[in-house]
């Protein structure tokens, strides 16, 4: 016989249940598919059977390895170096592509740096994911701060009793609810290399002076470019949470400080700062999962150019998976990214614990 | 259309090859021997240029015989470029990310004496991609972007559709689908052959067709619907209603734009003269991205050996793990 | 230590006038109860003089010195707060440095102070735990200590003892009494707790729409209401109101009747009455004697009894269909229904004129 507490939960059963399908059917199950791929040949199309291939996508992405170039030398044996005075080295392709040494194959070259006269070369099997990894976590540390930050400040500013303050705080959260696809295309004009509308505020500012810059089609400033935009967009949206949070602060609080004379400053560190600190957790996990997602931005904007500068992570994973028809690439970028988001959270969690 | 076909998703056309004899190669899909699809048109593309271009600048007037050579180009750019009245002397369209570039630049590399991939047996990209024509290719193409010739990645898609109308551009590397815009903005445009960089000129075919799904239960009612449509009337039909290359000679001499003497006639010469198709492989919806990839980052400054080296790589480990794509 | 002086100060919202025009006098040490009904403005005269509301008119002395522009630091107060105002971030110890911590204090000072705080309020031992393990009374005492190291001229309590269950109200209230004797400073105190005015007060204020209703010792506004509200608003069981007709007036004595009262001569306290008018007549149930066979001044019927213990309250039914309240200090059967009849102390009555 059915007790009054089955009935019920199976009530709350019923209720959990379309979500319950939904999260395994779009969630659950697909990272599981994801993580079996990638162990795998698996096509997107393909009328090869599907193979176990063990780690061997993991070790094609994640292949490194230490090459020492000598400088070349001519008969005398003395060091040739160019018009500029850099010593000259044989080309990495005659080592990544010789035979002799198979070891090396398919290796390019990642980064070098200068040890006495020789030259150590970090080769990787795979130097766009190597470039993806590194540009989506400079992302991330860069995001963080800047769109937290802003946000916080924006919080601050907005979270007063003021005339027409409800516009501002509209103003703010607009570009939240706007697609980010529409935003993207918006600062691709903003960021024109000729006549958008930075270069032209930046010349205007400093009486023509400016030189334009191609903020986009530079490899030194795309990424940055994308880093100042994203944060934009998202600002708004935990400059929202940040209100809610701000808002849980007792006024009371406030008059104490008020009562015992504390600066602005004083008031911020001793009063809302500590009163923010579970919102600051949210609003730090929840941007550090968006940016370690930042995919639109980059395929609407750069396509991870130029050189490579703008890669991401998932935009490579959706690269290979769909574009290339990769699927097993693909999903062996999306499990590396999960089980590195996973380890972030769990050193976050770690070091935002409730001491006591 | 080869990967759907080496996939198993489409089945060979249950028609008689004979049926489509006229028509333009651009437009018929083989997979090994056998035919998958058939397209109502072609495309083709052209280098855009003004009369006046031409005139003021004192430039031989290239022919279908008589391509301009890779020399005469550049020193059509040059003297563009000399004449500081374009923000660039010529625009290859970076700004059309995705299919266009292997589609529209693929041939220049050909021209060179180069290729995507070794078509003698598709196993590999290896002396095509990075072999000393390729080497050449690459070089010059940097140096269209580097030398301030052309606009690079970061162009704006607007400039892309309207920079050679506004004039902003001297010469324009486009299709024939935007070829009615331009003749509505410009009137003085002509429409010249590929330049030849040594191995003829070269330009892209081949475009949307129609193919029988695999799993269909009447593949002869769709055989039939193919065969109807691609009657001369419906061809000249279709190319008058959205302005491509019909694909028989008959039917283009049906149409506004392609009979003898018609503004866009030349493309019909083009196509069945320079259009090579891009290559025919399963394998080619990765090669075409990988090279889509290497020309932006040459044009982008990378080095040209080791890009290329490095699509070649990953060209061929593709081959490799589909065992070869059924070649 | 420091007097205290408001004079004429008025206070608005907007256009709402909440304060309106308040002359009160406070001396050097004196322990001063607001007190009134809830929305009465007892808050906002407080932070007025605490500076965490500003001055719309009149002056405000601390110490002889017009604080009106001073900020709440500089008026040498301290405040404590209903909702205890204590961080929950910070250990007893930093909650109640918390004011030298903001002015920077020397850790020896500091440590000695909140050792002298902790000392007065019994409180050593908690000084290492948070508030989150801390009862009602220990938070509030912990605001206090806060209060304490800042050595203020003025204490201001703003209902501190609103959030504690009655016994521990009780504790703190002698508390907070003793605390007074140890330091000698003068304490602005809210309440509606007429006990807690009537208990720690030298002097009441009696509030009523922001307005002075009257000011005095405990006793005299007990045993001397100037007007209707105030002996209506001190005394529990609140005052009895008998409506009654003036059948004569004599010098200072009127002599006043109704149908359940006989009549009687009442002092009028200069009073202005006529006769053959209505009067109000105030007798506190405490004065009320019962009296066998239903004789005596005042004649009804018991409609209610209830049984304290040491006490009886009844509830009757005038004759002429009034109720009436009287406080028996004894235990006491009746049975509803029953007639009774009631006498008192005619000196112990007031007669105010009726309300407008
Ligand atoms: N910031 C404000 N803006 C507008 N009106 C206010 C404001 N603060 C208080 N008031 C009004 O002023 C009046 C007095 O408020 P106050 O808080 O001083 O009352 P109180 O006597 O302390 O009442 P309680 O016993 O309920 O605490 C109330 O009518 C209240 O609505
Ligand atoms: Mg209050």
Redesign the pocket.
Known sequence: MASKLTRSNGVGWAFALPGFVLITTFIILPFFFAFWFSLTNQRLISPNPTEFIGLSNYERLLGLDVITLEPERDDTGKIVRDEDGEIQYPRVRTITRNPDFPEYKGMREWFRWQSGDNAKVVIASDVVFMKALVNTLTFVVFIVPLQGGGALLLALLINQRLRGINGFRTIYFMPVVISIVVISLLWRFIYDGNDGLLNNILAALTFGLFEPVDWLGNPDTALGSIIVMSAWQGVGLHMVIWLSGLQTISPTLYEVAAIEGASKWQTFRYVTWPGLRNTAILVLIVITMQAFALFAQIDVMTNGGPLDSTQTLVFQAVERGYGKQDISGGSAISVILFFMVLAISLVQRYLTRERS | MPNWAWSGYLQPLPIDESEFDDFLPGTKGYWDGKLYSIGLWDAAVALYARESTLDDLGLRRPTLEKPWTGEEFMAALDAAKASGDYEYAFDPGMAWTGEWYPYAFSPFLQSFGGDIVDRSTYKTAEGALNGEAAMEFGEWWQSLFQDGYAPGTSQDPADRDNGFIEGKYAFQWNGNWAAVAALEGVDEVVFLPAPDFGNGSKIGAASWQFGISAASEHPDGAAEFIEFATQDKYLAAFSDGIGLIPATASAAQMTENYKDGGPLAVFYDLSEAQAMVRPVSPGYVVAAKVFEKALADIANGADVADTLDAAVDEIDADIEKNGGYGH | MATVKLKNVTKS??T?E?IKGVDIDIEDGEFVVFV??????????L?MISGLEDITSGTIEIGGVVVNDLPPKERGIAMVFQTYGIFPHMTVRENVAFGLTINKADKQTKEAKVQEAARILQMEHLLDRRPSQLSGGQRQRVAIGRAIVRDPKVFLF??PLSNLDAALRMDMRLEIGKLHQKLAATMIY?T?DQVEAMTLADKIVV?KD?KVMQVGAPMELYHEPANLFVAGFLGAPSMNFIRVTVEALDGGEARVTNKALDPIVVDTRGRPFAVGQEAILGVRPQYLHPVPDAEGKLHGKITVTERLGAETVVEVTLEDGEPLIAALSEDRIYQSGEKIGFDFDTGHAQLFPPED
């Open positions: 919202f907007g709402t909440v009134g009904p809830s929305g009465c403005g007892k808050s906002t005269l932070r703003d209902e809210v509606h509030l922001g």
